[in-house]
């Protein structure tokens, strides 16, 4: 099992830019999650799915948009990019709402 | 909202001894679980352990265990014989057992530096 993967591992975009980042599983998991960890601040959830077809907000949406048409993947997408969203980004999947989560590698993106 | 707080943004400790990471976290739920994860530089995170709310006994997990105390709300991870790969930042994670979101609730993390 490659457990959650993400592409790019780094990525630098210039304002206005948009950009996915994909993620994909294989453990068959049906909740999966998109944070962004920035200095001082822990991970704060952006988008999360509980299974194909269904997601919801989290702590910090603004700016983002997911969608879930197959269990495995589960891209973000930036629509416009600002300075504001230079962070480190993860995906996680978890099998149900109770169990603990698995976190992919995360993306460095800046915004210039 | 929950919240999850970790009070100690820095710690240290000498290899070999052992030491105590904080975590308070706010909620009025009675069902939920906790968690520990690990982030060393690679930036993976990596869980440590985790503890249900109903289960009295802490959990364990070899060099690492947990005091949680319920009705503090507290939920502290020691590390025991502290070695070198041990150095790392440490969030403390909160999940609420009810309801379908997929809720999770971090800490700002603990950066622990393990001196030779």
């Known amino acids: 099992n490659a457990g959650v993967t993400q592409t790019p591992k780094f990525q630098v975009l210039k304002t206005g830019q948009s950009m996915t980042l994909q993620c994909a599983q294989d453990?068959?998991?049906?909740?999966m999650s998109w944070y962004r960890q920035d200095p001082g601040m822990g991970l704060r959830l952006i988008h999360y799915s509980v299974g194909a077809g269904i997601t919801d907000q989290g702590e910090v949406p603004n700016g983002y948009n997911v969608s879930r048409s197959t269990t495995e993947d589960f891209p973000l997408r930036l629509l416009s990019a600002a300075p504001s969203q230079t962070s480190v980004y993860f995906c996680?999947?978890?099998?149900?709402?109770?169990?603990?989560?698995?976190f992919g590698p995360g993306t460095r993106l800046t915004v210039l | 909202a929950q919240t999850v707080t970790q009070s100690q943004p820095e710690m240290s400790v000498q290899e070999a001894e052992t030491v105590t990471l904080s975590c308070t976290y706010d909620t009025s739920e009675s069902d939920y679980y906790l968690f520990w994860y690990k982030q060393p530089p690679s930036r993976q995170m990596i869980l440590v352990i985790r503890?249900?709310?109903?289960?009295?006994q802490n959990a364990t997990e070899n060099r690492f265990s947990v005091n949680f105390q319920k009705a503090a709300k507290s939920f502290s991870l020691k590390i025991s014989d502290s070695q070198l790969g041990d150095a790392a930042m440490y969030f403390c994670?909160?999940?609420?057992?009810?309801?379908?979101?997929?809720?999770?609730?971090f800490g700002t993390g603990t950066s622990l530096t393990v001196i030779p």
């Open positions: 994670a909160y999940r609420s057992a009810s309801g379908t979101g997929n809720q999770f609730y």
């Open positions: 453990m068959n998991h049906e909740y």
């Open positions: 996680a999947s978890s099998r149900t709402s109770y169990n603990e989560q698995f």
């Open positions: 503890q249900e709310a109903y289960k009295q």
